[in-house]
């Protein structure tokens, strides 16, 4: 298993929309286990391929805990039930340092391709519902950004402008002191 790269915004990978996979053959389930490791290696708690510049449909995501881990990977996966509604402060692997409140739906039910390429229907609430719908829309090319307003999603990108601007300068080498001597 690999940790891949996750691409981050403005990576305009992140807009392509994802094709339906073929078949769960030995790449797909390859590219399955990568997932879950990059997913893992960045405390993620949901990830789409679209985030490492694969448009395929395919994500995974672990609303468990650590004590208790729920991994789950949907392939093909289509919402086919949508209840309620829920507000969910969200982040995203492909946007770090910022989060904001978006609504979804409360419940979903998923048709899908589990990693073995065997059919499945999951109910989702709560974390999952949203990790999910927050995931599916990667496929889209649509970020959570995108759910917001004009105005809210203007304010969400200008704060993760200023957060990875701040990231590049804390990591930048420090300037070489100056000579004996000098000012
Ligand atoms: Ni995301």
Known sequence: M???TVLTWPDRRLLQSAEPVEAVDDPIKTLV?????TMYD???CGLAATQLGIPLQ???LDCGTDAE???LALINARIVERDGEVVWNEGCLSLPGITADVERAQTVVVEALDAEGRE????AGGLAAVCIQHELDHLDGRLYVDR???LERLAALSDYDK???AAAEASRPAREAAPEGGR
Not at 33 to 37: G, K, L, P, S, T
Not at 120 to 123: A, E, P, S
């Open 58 to 60: 395919v994500v995974v």
């Open 163 to 165: 957060a990875r601007a």
């Open 33 to 37: 286990a990568d997932m879950f490791e």
């Open 42 to 44: 960045q405390s993620g």
């Open 2 to 4: 690999t940790v891949r």
């Open 69 to 71: 881990p729920e991994p």
């Open 120 to 123: 499945i229907r999951v109910r």
């Open 148 to 150: 917001l307003g004009k």
